[in-house]
Every structure is written in C-alpha cells, then in structure tokens.
C-alpha cells in the first residue's frame, strides 16, 4: 500500500487556526461596539429623563450627568469613556424640547477577560429626546401656551 502524502495539508493547520482567531477577535470587537452603542443609548435616555423630571433646574444639568454615567456603568462599561453633551438644551421650561447624545470610545480590540488592546478606538454615540411635561406642576407659566405646545 503506498502511503506518500499522508500527512499532505498539515502545514494549512496553523493558517486555519490563525483565521479562526482573527476572527473571533474580530467578531469581538464588532460585538463590543454594538453593546456599547446599547450602552450609550441607555445612557442618554435615562440622562434627559432625569433632567426633564428634576425637581428645579438647578440641579437638573447635574443629575442628567449622574443618571448617564450610572447607566454607562450599569451597562458594565467604563464611565470615563463616555461624554455626555446636549444637542437641544438644556431648558428647563414647560413644552421645551431636551436632546442628550452619549458618545462612548471602544478600543479597536476588546478581548474578554483580558482587556483591550491597540492604540485605535471607534467611537460610537446615542442620542435621546424628551421634552418638558407642559402641563407639569412648579414652573412658570409665564409665556405658555398649550396650542402650541408639541409634545
């Protein structure tokens, strides 16, 4: 029985296994951006729900903060990676339309367990709107007109 070419395409194994790797790493990552898209999202929905249900409009800017970088957290990422900006606002009248966006950085390459690598990041952002309850108890109604009004 001639056996020559018995162990033909051994040497294809380790390009296999490599493939294999790549692309579970990049399978990954990808899975990473979309859970911190996820994340972001949450972040600024339960931001501008924070500001447009504050009790004064001192400290609604703040507790907006506090509300995204909890849920940023929440969601298990780090909240020194996320930023938080308004879009539309902050007001803090009766009718007056809020938009927050979270924009969060992932590396290039998140690998569980152990970390992240590489010196790229992909930056991904959530936006949310609400506007203030027009018929809310404890602010001015000095200009309001509920005609007008679009919630």
């Known amino acids: 029985m001639n056996e020559r070419g018995f162990v033909g395409g051994f040497e294809v194994l380790p390009f296999g296994l490599l493939v294999f790797v790549a692309g579970t790493l990049l399978i ?43 849920a940023i957290a929440g969601h298990g990422r780090d909240p020194a990676r996320a930023e938080i900006e308004w879009a539309v606002g902050p007001d803090f009248r009766r009718c007056a339309l809020n938009t927050v966006v979270v924009h969060y950085k992932v590396p290039t390459l998140t690998v569980p367990f152990v970390g992240a690598f590489g010196g790229g990041v992909v930056q991904t952002s959530g936006r949310h709107s609400e506007v203030v309850d027009p018929y809310r108890s404890g602010l001015s109604v000095d200009g309001f007109d509920p005609e007008t009004c679009h919630a």
């Open 28 to 70: 990954t990552n990808a899975w990473a951006v979309y859970d911190a898209k996820v994340a972001a999202s949450a972040a600024a929905r339960e931001a501008v729900r924070a500001y447009v249900e504050a009790d004064s409009s001192a400290d609604a800017s703040q507790l907006a903060r506090e509300a995204g970088l909890e």
